[in-house]
């Protein structure tokens, strides 16, 4: 009956190999020992050649300590991992892509810490450490973020305090554009077979102007085409119409909203009206982005127009049953990017 070697622990493998050689040495037929044993016949002379060995002999058959696994990291060194990637670039550290791969992981923790770690390996690793693989927000590199520091916690909380003292009220502003062919979010299929959605064959376009405010008031207009200085003017001033409180408009540095004609309407409604401006590449400062980021998900992206339906009515329906619902207008404040603005 054959035996399988393998299946014995290494001390009495060892004790085998010696005693087999040792026999051979005393006269005795290797195939006869090899076979009491039970192994394949030509172990034997594997064995005999290993302990021929000059300045060795019988000793290279003695069991080596197992390799076992690649030695794994440090409780130290993982939270050393988490740093590097929680929140950093890895160009930061002289790799060539900036997003964090298992690749790109396992390529820095060889370079620092000499450890060589497969993939499967560092993906378990970075779920030990609460890290996922996520779609990352894009960010200008323009940013500044001492001005968008400054803004959350001096500039913004000076400008709700003086419309506090005035009686006045804070607004957020921002403006939008929608397309009818628009399809945002994805739909079932079948594998290989995109689904198709039907929409107008005919391209509908519309703009469209916003201000929140935290306490739930909403303000909308619709217009064709881009935004210009006259056209900004025009939307203003249907906004103010009928205010009887001061407006602090928060908006962004649109090179429309920062125009003399731009100025000398603002200056020529005597403190009633008050632009104030975002630091720049901050969109998510304004909650008003959120607005439209509702609307484009759950309106004609959503429900694409059918036949005798017009891009125009279905937005301004939409935008109509946003200002009838101050609860979901205050919901666009919670979230955490537009957590510095508060009541004063």
């Not at 890290?131 to 927000?137: A, H, I, V, W």
């Not at 916003?210 to 001033?237: D, I, M, P, R």
């Not at 992206?301 to 125009?312: D, I, M, T």
Request: hydrophobic letters at 40%; glycine letters at 8%; one cysteine or more.
């Amino acid at each position: 009956m054959k035996r399988d070697g393998r299946k014995l622990d290494h001390q009495t493998l060892e004790t085998i190999r010696f005693m087999a050689v040792e026999r051979v040495r005393e006269g005795e037929a290797p195939s006869s020992v090899i076979a009491s044993y039970g192994f394949s016949r030509t172990t034997i002379y594997k064995w005999l050649a290993t302990a021929s060995k000059r300045g060795v002999g019988v000793r290279a058959l003695a069991s080596r300590p197992a390799t076992g696994r690649p030695r794994s990291l440090t409780a130290r060194q993982e939270q050393q991992v988490f740093r590097w990637i929680n929140g950093n670039d890895p160009r930061q550290y002289g790799l060539d892509f900036g997003l964090w791969t298992r690749r790109v992981v396992a390529e820095l923790i060889e370079r620092k810490f000499g450890v060589e770690l497969g993939l499967t390996a560092v993906g378990e690793l970075l779920a030990k450490l609460g890290l996922t693989p996520q779609k990352p927000l894009q960010r200008a590199y323009q940013r500044d973020p001492a001005a968008i520091e400054k803004w959350q916690l001096e500039t913004y909380p000076a400008i709700a305090r003086k419309a506090s003292a005035e009686g006045g009220e804070v607004f957020f502003w921002d403006e939008s554009g929608f397309r009818a062919d628009a399809v945002h979010g994805r739909t079932w299929g079948v594998k290989g077979q995109t689904p198709v959605v039907e929409r107008p064959g005919q391209r509908q376009s519309i703009s469209a102007a916003s201000a929140v405010n935290a306490k739930g008031a909403f303000w909308y207009c619709t217009y064709e085409g881009g935004l210009t200085a006259e056209l900004f003017v025009e939307l203003l001033q249907k906004m103010m119409r009928h205010r009887s409180k001061p407006v602090h408009l928060v908006v962004d540095g649109l090179p429309a909203h920062k125009t003399n004609l731009v100025k000398r309407y603002v200056e020529s409604t005597n403190g009633r009206l008050t632009l104030h401006f975002l630091p720049g590449y901050a969109p998510e400062l304004n909650p008003d982005e959120l607005v439209w980021s509702h609307v484009k998900r759950t309106g004609v992206a959503r429900a694409p127009l059918r036949k005798g339906e017009r891009l125009l009515d279905k937005i301004d329906a939409q935008l109509n049953k946003i200002k009838k619902t101050p609860r979901l207008v205050r919901s666009f404040f919670g979230a955490p990017s537009v957590a510095y603005i508060t009541d004063w």
